[in-house]
């Protein structure tokens, strides 16, 4: 508005509300060549949402700045979320680091007998997939000698859902015996083996949810077979090697009771680029070094560090 002494110089009042017209928010900086910061994609998709005017977000977020200020200039609480800390093992990088000193080598059963060395390279995908999950079926209680010896007599005669589904219960159990819970394993198997014929067409499913479903898969079993067969790490394969270790090494915030328990664990706080590794590395382990009686802990370099070590 212009004052009474201004109402009669006409130019100079029109000349001040043009002025103050062209000022809106923010013109002292766009006065000075720049643009305004722009707002952040999340923050530009939730202003859209709401149907604000720009104008309005600016005084939106200019309220919720003078929120955060404790009268009396002093400071108030922090607009940052609290970061809340996760728990994680002492000296696990150390020891992490040990194991995999001592597993340099590469000559534990699991490297050269595990299930990544037990399917037909040659074989179609789908079957090499079925391979793959007829291996682990077969490894539980069960070292990987005779697991790879039961494979490689399977193989021989043709290893495929249908010629599993073909062969009787009898011969089937001379060829895979003498794997752990052999006459078990002969019914898993052919259980399993038409369900994938039926649901699947003979392949495997591509997930945990599925997989653990079928007869005789357990979820060690699924994440193995997602991380072996279809190349997705879902999960830390946690097997009774990987489970005695963890409660020695006290890699999980209590003792765990069940491979399970373990594998739930260990995910909370083991950072997840390393899950796929962290099965062949312990298991390995477990054959040479972390015995299941009277580990070799005269020859781990993780003496110093491993609770169960001192114990002894």
């Known amino acids: 508005m212009c004052s009474p002494w201004e109402s009669g110089m006409n130019t100079l ?3 001040r509300v043009a002025r103050s017209r062209s000022r809106g928010p923010g013109a002292g900086s766009r006065g000075r060549g720049e643009d305004p910061a722009p707002l952040r994609r999340t923050e530009a998709a939730a202003e859209g949402r709401k149907g604000h005017s720009p104008v309005k977000g600016q005084r939106k977020t200019q309220r919720l700045h003078v929120a955060y200020e404790a009268s009396g200039g002093e400071k108030g609480e922090s607009t940052k979320p609290l970061k809340v800390p996760v728990w994680e093992p002492q000296d696990w990088q150390q020891q992490l680091a040990n194991i995999r000193a001592m597993r340099s080598r590469k ?3 699991v490297d050269q007998l595990g299930v990544e060395h037990c399917y037909d390279l ?4 789908k079957v090499r997939r079925y391979q793959v999950l007829l ?3 077969l490894s539980s209680q069960t070292k990987d000698q005779v697991t790879a010896g ?5 193989r021989a005669r043709g290893l495929t859902v249908d010629s599993i589904l073909q062969t009787d219960d ?3 159990g001379k060829l895979i015996y003498p794997v752990g819970f052999w006459r078990n394993k ?3 198997i052919k259980q399993t083996s038409a369900i994938l014929q039926q649901d699947y067409g003979g392949d495997i499913p591509a997930s945990v949810a599925e997989l653990v479903a079928l007869p005789g898969v357990g979820p060690k079993m699924a994440h193995l077979a997602m991380a072996v067969a279809w190349g997705t790490v879902s999960g830390i394969a946690v097997d009774t090697h990987v489970h005695r270790i963890a409660n020695r090494l006290q890699w999980t915030e209590k003792v765990t009771k069940s491979p399970e328990e373990t594998r739930a664990a260990l995910e909370e706080w083991l950072p997840r680029e390393l899950w796929g590794e962290i099965n062949g590395l ?8 972390c015995l299941p009686i009277h580990p070799r802990c005269q020859a781990c370099l993780n003496q110093a560090l491993c609770p169960a070590a001192r114990r002894l």
């Open 13 to 15: 009042c029109v000349a």
């Open 107 to 109: 000559d534990a059963p």
């Open 122 to 125: 040659h074989a179609p995908p």
């Open 135 to 137: 291996s682990l079926m």
């Open 150 to 154: 039961a494979m490689q007599r399977l």
């Open 170 to 172: 009898g011969t089937l």
């Open 186 to 188: 002969v019914k898993y």
């Open 282 to 289: 312990l298991v390995g382990f477990g054959q040479q070094t």
